[in-house]
């Protein structure tokens, strides 16, 4: 990427570069091709009024008439402005020459001494002495005169001319870069293009597999969470199912009953922990129902044993593993140690909206044990956080929330809280 980037910002400044020396050349070309038309205009002017004063004075000497002399008083009193214009033309040019100025001194020096003659032609004439005045005219002195300042104009504008095809040759051979320059500048863009996809399409290979890693990873952490939980949940139904059977046995009733009681307890259990496992992609679950079918085997028929209660809220299929893993590590927490383990214990499970905004909610989860035996622990918890703890947390993570838990001498106390989107 580095050359392609260096051979751009060359090309790019060369083709600057280029294009400023082209417009400065074409300026130059310009404002000399002004000027000098400017001069030579002037020049065609002043050479004009030198042929029509001529004309008059030849028509005067011939015809006496003073008519014929106006001409010829036009061009003498135009002259120094005719010069001085050339003079000023000259000046404008870019590429002054000192030699053109020069030049145009003579020019106009020979332009002076042909109206000096044709002044001494017309007042012979004036005075009577017409052939003297003719003899003047016929000695070709004028004609010489204006042959030399015809002779310089011609090497004026030749001189000119040069010059101008020297400057339009400049713009054209700067002109000229500007091609190779504008193709070196395309492909240096194109190889810079081809470049950028390619790294484009290497960094989004290179995203892909960082995505997969990560997807891996995280599946194996998956994995090994729930091996750890399914050898923990195991002992814990056999905790559990100790515990119904414990319970079921301080009746006072037939063995029949007992051990019918002992069955519904454990189907029921069985229920709970299916439920807990999830639904087909894109179902939608009851929060209650899956609290209720978790903790219907600690629950009594006359309903003081577990409470339920709550706003009617659906969870998405992916939330309803980690509510079913929490409630029921907890429900086995306060069957082994806590409210569910005596007859006397009381389980209130709720919920409720903290916060609702667009496609976003805030829920609470509290889980209240009261009547049980009075725990032995401080308020701050256990000294240790045991693998039901850390699952805890874990789950309430993958519901993208938190769990606080207390344990006053009243009973544990539990609450979660998550987003539902």
Known sequence: MMPVFLGLTAALLALAFVIGR????????????????????????????????ETGQRGFLLTRNPAYLKP?????????????????????????????????????????????????????????????ALAIVQSDIGKMQMDAIRSDVAAMSAERARRRQEAFARVIKLENLLLPLIVVLGAAILALVVAGFRAERSRARSAAAAEQADQLREANERAQLLARELNHRVK???????????????????????????????????????????????????????????????????????????????????????????VHELATNAAKYGALSGEGGRVAIAWSIETEEVDRRRVRLDWIETGGPTLAIGPEGPAGQGFGSRMTGLAASQLGGSIAREWPASGAIARITFILS
Do not use: C, W
């Open 72 to 132: 010829y008083l036009d061009g003498r009193r135009q002259l120094d402005g005719d010069v001085s214009e050339v003079r000023a033309a000259l000046r404008r040019s870019p590429d002054p020459a000192a030699a053109d100025q020069a030049r145009i001194a003579r020019i106009a020096e020979i332009a002076r001494g042909k109206y000096g003659e044709m002044d001494r032609t017309i007042a012979l004439s004036r005075a009577g002495l017409q052939d003297q």
């Open 236 to 326: 814990n139904l056999f905790a559990v199912i100790l515990s119904i059977v414990t319970l079921s046995g301080r009746k006072q009733a037939p063995a029949r009953e007992i051990v019918e009681d002992i069955r519904a307890r454990v189907h029921a259990l069985s229920r709970a922990h299916a439920a807990s496992q999830g639904s087909s992609e894109g179902d939608l679950v009851g929060l209650g129902d899956t609290i209720a079918q978790t903790m219907e085997p600690y629950a009594d028929t006359e309903g003081r044993r577990v409470q339920v209660s709550g706003p009617e809220l659906h969870l998405p299929v992916r939330m309803v593993t980690p509510i079913g893993l929490i």
């Open 22 to 53: 082209t417009i400065v050349a074409q300026q130059d070309a310009r404002g000399q091709a002004m000027a000098e038309g400017d001069a030579l205009l002037a020049l065609s002017t002043m050479m004009a009024g030198l042929r029509d004063a």
